[in-house]
């Protein structure tokens, strides 16, 4: 295939140039950081808001069954999200192969790489197709973290370009690939991973990972008798 973007008058490389070019004006050790960040920190920090979003979910999920249905669904939202990033890199795989579209180091002089070894293809992103397959995987299962989770996707992305390791449409393809594949593989999936959820709820030995313990440590499974309820009813007969 055509390389996508072959002269500095495309608007996608002038856009390369201008934001790699904060990498040249920044401290030595600005860059570092950005070098981790981009290439490890943040999607790190999406994993952590992912395992953070679960134990809220699992802590203000009450004792009715509507409520540990409610949390059930949630949690096969947050169980979608990391397989929807996986099911999205394996699909990135033929895309890159069919574009073939060189690292933006290999076509343009100067500019300030901050990660070396790169030698596979660039369009698109990985980076930005996994953060924002996460970030829309989170907004599906609850808002507020996925607000959170897609403004992490975005700075990823503008990390990846800012290390002169991808062009923004890079970037673009792999936000536009990461969404689509959450979205469009969610309903299926939610019918799916949402009755394995509700059934581990229900359960004696996996209620926990879909609400919290009560404070006599016991799981609070639907239906189940706390043992002041149990000592009440008996004082009642």
Partial sequence: MAVLAESGSNPDVELLYDINGLAKEAPHWFDRIMEFVGEYGLV????????W???????????????????ASSVAALVWAPLAAAVAVLVNVPIRGFVERPRPFRDHQGLDVLVSGKTDYSFVSDHATITMALGVGLFI???????????????EGFCR????????????????????????LAPGAMALLTPVTKAVGRSSWGAWLIRRRSSAGEALVPGARTPAAAEERDLAA
């Fill in 53 to 71: 979003c679960w134990w809220s979910v699992r802590r203000s999920a009450g004792s009715g069954s509507d409520s540990g249905d409610q949390a």
């Fill in 141 to 155: 299962a609850n808002r507020k973290f996925g607000i959170a989770g897609i403004g992490l996707a975005l700075l």
């Fill in 161 to 184: 370009v800012y290390m002169g390791v991808h062009y923004p449409t890079d970037v673009v393809g792999g936000f536009a690939l990461g969404t689509a594949v959450v979205l469009l």
């Fill in 44 to 51: 790190l920090a999406l994993v952590l808001l992912v395992l």
